[in-house]
């Protein structure tokens, strides 16, 4: 079946999904999901694949012989990892869409008895909230919160509980976390230099701020490492890593022991980043 007739499929198909929400089977749950995950992969193969001829587009640039033909691939290329990012994206919209419904109608719901994965056995539990893949409970004891990793199979599949997207979520949260901070270091920056003088409570203030995102962008790199190692064990067995200092790691910095995986460019971009905000701390310190 052509590529774009399954998405369309797919995309057929959660449109169903969404009209009987309420009596979703598991089966089901489980196609959409697949589809899900297929649809990401195929985004991750394309630009992968672009990242590959963009480099032999700039090693070629000497070469006028070969430029239109590697300047039509480049452009095929572009075209189909933009085609495959709506693709995901709409499917990424529609997939939130039916999480959402799926989480809303558990508001309220009753349970006589509620075992957890810990062993824990609560009574009379009603589910109150649910936010950040955390559930709010109240039970006979009072009330508590308990994470849906933490939580049983049930409830994370009413739920549509996934930890690969839900570990992906928290990164990003980080990472705009990070960003935030580092427009708020830019904004103290420059009212610094618009003043005559910084007093020694900004340098410090300053200081401090940047130690957070360098902090922050450890986390995020040492997080993306993990998670490539979860998805390559083979070929990331043994990687030099330091989890101390992440952007130091031989795997980054070290051409005889990087590894041939899709997603070691992540890596090299958030290296790159904390190497840079090491040097303004430096500046600044």
Known sequence: MHPAQSLQKAACFIGLVFLSVGCVKREDYDRVLAEKKALQTQLDQRAEQLRLISTQYLAAQQTLGQLPELQARLKAAQEQVEQKQKEIDDVNARWDQFRQERRKAML???YPEL???EGRVLKHVIITAIQDDELALRHDEGVMKVQLAKSNDELRWQSCYDPSESAES???AMLARTKLLEQRL???AKRGTASVKSTTSTKTKEVQLMR???RNQRKALNDAYFR???EHPDALRGAD???ARPE???????FAKRRAVIGINELDSLATAIKANLRKLSDLE
């Open 241 to 243: 890593w330091n989890s």
């Open 228 to 230: 490539l190692r979860k």
């Open 170 to 172: 928290k990164r990003k």
């Open 248 to 254: 130091d790691s031989g795997l980054i910095n070290v």
């Open 115 to 117: 075992r957890l994965d």
């Open 108 to 110: 309220g719901r009753e």
């Open 186 to 188: 830019a904004e103290d």
């Open 212 to 214: 957070d995102v360098i």
